[in-house]
């Protein structure tokens, strides 16, 4: 089945201590990135990825970081969470071309205390 | 960069009825994608219908149908016969075909109109 995967689904952590949470992809897409999402502030984009060892910042990059080290994954790292990281976040992938839609993750959420 | 507007946080409308969802973009671009997504309580990102701006014809995926209008940048939905099950979050997308010269990032999201269905 074409999907994509995120680990954990549910996380509570404390301020500082480093977290990782994975995304994997099965469709060979090139394309991947990483959304939060917060009430009355839709989608934004923490980063993305055109392709193995490419990435570049979206909107709200302070405090994360990713690796692209093979095409189906794409991690993201809080190397020390603040409460202010407390969301709900989302991996998404597609093609690079042809238009297609980015199909989600079922997301992550996350509080920090 | 793109911006996608969704001017509407909250809609409502009674079961079997007609509700249209606003959407406009702002582009440079002649070629592009629209997308329209659902979020249903469980949190999951659902495709619903897509558009490519090359082609006139409207998307129409079952009870759903969108208005694209090009030259208003305007890329409503409509969803016809309303049930409860379409009570969600919905997001309208922008895509680039591809990668600019000034960015890579191809897609850009709306804040979502919560959609509440009345019995």
């Known amino acids: 089945e074409a999907q994509v995967t995120q680990n954990p689904r549910y996380l509570i952590t404390v301020t500082g201590k480093k977290l990782t949470v994975t995304c994997s992809q099965n469709?060979?897409?090139?394309?991947m990135s990483w959304y939060r999402q917060d009430p009355g502030l839709g989608l934004r984009q923490i980063y993305y990825s055109m392709n193995v060892e490419v990435t570049d910042k979206g909107d709200v990059p302070e405090g994360y970081k990713v690796s692209r080290k093979e095409k189906r994954n794409f991690p993201l790292i809080l190397e020390s969470p603040s409460p202010n990281q407390t969301s709900l976040y989302f991996c998404?992938?597609?093609?690079?071309?042809?238009?297609?839609?980015?199909?989600f993750g079922p997301g992550t959420r996350l509080l920090v205390l | 960069a793109q911006t996608v507007t969704q001017s509407q946080p909250e809609m409502s409308v009674q079961e079997a009825e007609t509700v249209t969802l606003s959407c406009t973009y702002d582009?440079?671009?002649?070629?592009?994608?629209l997308f329209w997504y659902k979020q249903p309580p469980s949190r999951q990102m659902i495709l619903v219908i897509r558009?490519?701006?090359?082609?006139?014809q409207n998307a129409t995926e079952n009870r759903f149908s969108v208005n694209f209008q090009k030259a208003a940048k305007s890329f409503s939905l409509k969803i016809s016969d309303s049930q409860l099950g379409d009570a969600a979050m919905y997001f309208c997308?922008?895509?680039?075909?591809?990668?600019?010269?000034?960015?890579?990032?191809?897609?850009?999201f709306g804040t979502g109109t919560s959609l509440t269905v009345i019995p």
């Open positions: 997308a922008y895509r680039s075909p591809e990668a600019s010269r000034y960015t890579g990032n191809q897609f850009y």
């Open positions: 998404a992938s597609s093609l690079r071309r042809l238009g297609g839609p980015q199909y």
């Open positions: 469709m060979n897409h090139e394309y």
């Open positions: 582009t440079s671009e002649s070629d592009y994608y």
């Open positions: 558009q490519e701006a090359y082609k006139q």
